[in-house]
């Protein structure tokens, strides 16, 4: 007799992403020549992982009894403050009203915004293209995800309202206010994630008007519901230009629209495993900000307890010690400058091929739409190269792929 209860029978034992990874990895193994573009992890030229050593010299040289001591259910003050520095220090207004606690990655923090802003069986909202662990985070919670065309219909259109000409891509904002009006009427509360710079997985960043018509629409709802934004800023510093100029165009928002940012260091300081981050939430209100302090506190004690207490005081110092932040930002944009010759280097060749894919500008992934992705990455499996299929589109992990081997991608896709 099953013991499980019977909404969690039938679960997949892998993610199909590391499944595929695996995969690739294997075949390398066996000496075929592989370019395995499924991974989300910054890798350099020679396929080693590429890792900041400023970040790794601090990890080291943490102290043993703060790697065996608990940290607090919260997170360690001065790691909270450093976080709410870094984000938010060039936003007076949101800083003084921000609060936060420590998570283990961003998948901590957007675990905690999905079980304390909605009630079981209710629905986060976000793009139509989004990361696959939204919905496994939502599974887990008893909530659902719905979505909203993340791009504006053009004049030639792909599968699924995906544009037909490269960079032909605008934010759907008249989708997205649908979509508000249905959560708002439906189940009277909206949780609205947005994965933004560098969007997982097209790559897409969006532009200040964008922001503005967002928080426009936000703010349209914000007297009828509570309304919730959450941005995952997991990629934001890799964004070629300021990661967050896109902050600013937040500062309506405070005092009528719940705002929450997802903020993690894996990637940040390229330490995945390090599992380091934090749920920022921005509460005017003294009152409601004591409140929500609260309950994620009691979240993080029913869920983890508490996070790594070595990895805090490490990414502490990153943040704080002007010498080690500086060289971490130094080694940051040599890297980013890698991606940025593999991003040329994409929209090189796979313009020119017809490739249907949004404005790319910088970012660990891009999207390719594809009414036919299951079958077309099979082909590429086929030869050797490995993409991630969802619905009409394929994820590619630039950040994974030698300069070298994008042409041997762009190929690939036939």
């Not at 003084?96 to 606690?101: H, K, L």
């Not at 675990?111 to 919905?135: C, D, K, M, V």
Request: hydrophobic share 45%; net charge neutral; glycine share 8%.
């Amino acid at each position: 007799m099953q013991k499980l209860i019977p909404s969690h029978q039938g679960r997949p034992s892998d993610d199909p992403i590391f499944a595929l990874s695996k995969e690739a990895a294997e075949r390398r193994a066996r000496g075929e020549s592989v370019v395995n573009a499924t991974m989300g992890a910054l890798l350099d030229d020679e396929g080693k992982l590429a890792i900041l050593p400023t970040a790794a010299r601090a990890i080291r040289e943490v102290g043993e009894e703060d790697w065996a001591a608990y940290a607090p259910i919260s997170g360690h003050p001065q790691f909270l403050r450093a976080v709410l520095d870094d984000l938010l220090g060039g936003e007076p207004d949101l800083r003084a009203a921000a609060i936060a606690v420590a998570t283990p990655g961003g998948t901590g923090a957007l675990r905690h915004a999905i079980a304390n802003h909605l009630e079981p069986g209710q629905a986060l909202l976000t793009t139509s293209f989004y990361w696959g662990p939204y919905q496994t985070l939502a599974d887990e919670a008893d909530r659902r995800v719905e979505t909203f065309a993340m791009f504006a219909p053009q004049d030639a259109s792909g599968p699924g309202g995906a544009l037909a000409r490269p960079g032909d891509s605008t934010l759907d904002l008249g989708a997205l206010d649908a979509a508000l009006a249905r959560q708002v009427a439906a189940q009277g509360r909206v949780l609205l994630f947005l994965n933004d710079p560098c969007h997982n997985p097209t790559g897409y960043s969006m532009q200040p008007a964008e922001w503005d018509g967002v928080v426009e629409r936000l703010l349209a709802y914000a007297a009828r519901a509570p309304i919730t934004l959450l941005v995952d800023t997991a990629y934001f510093a890799y964004n070629p230009r300021d990661p967050r100029a896109f902050l600013a165009h937040l500062r309506p928002l405070l005092g009528k629209v719940g705002l929450l940012f997802a903020w993690s260091a894996s990637k940040t300081f390229t330490h995945y495993g390090l599992r380091v981050g934090a749920l920022v939430a921005c509460v005017a209100d003294e009152a409601e900000r004591r409140a929500t302090e609260a309950a994620l506190s009691y979240s993080c004690r029913g869920v983890w307890s508490n996070c790594s207490r070595g990895g805090q005081v490490a990414v502490t110092r990153l943040l704080v010690d002007d010498a080690a932040r500086g060289a971490c930002d130094r080694e940051r944009r040599q890297l980013t400058d890698l991606l940025a010759r593999r991003v040329a280097a994409w929209n090189e060749l796979a313009r020119p091929r017809g490739l249907s894919y949004p404005r790319y500008e910088g970012g660990f992934f891009v999207t390719v739409f594809a009414d036919d992705a299951p079958a077309r990455a099979l082909r590429m499996k086929e030869r050797g190269v490995f993409v991630v299929p969802s619905k009409n589109a394929l994820r590619v992990a630039l950040c994974s792929v030698a300069v070298r081997d994008v042409g041997r991608l762009v190929g690939a896709f036939g």
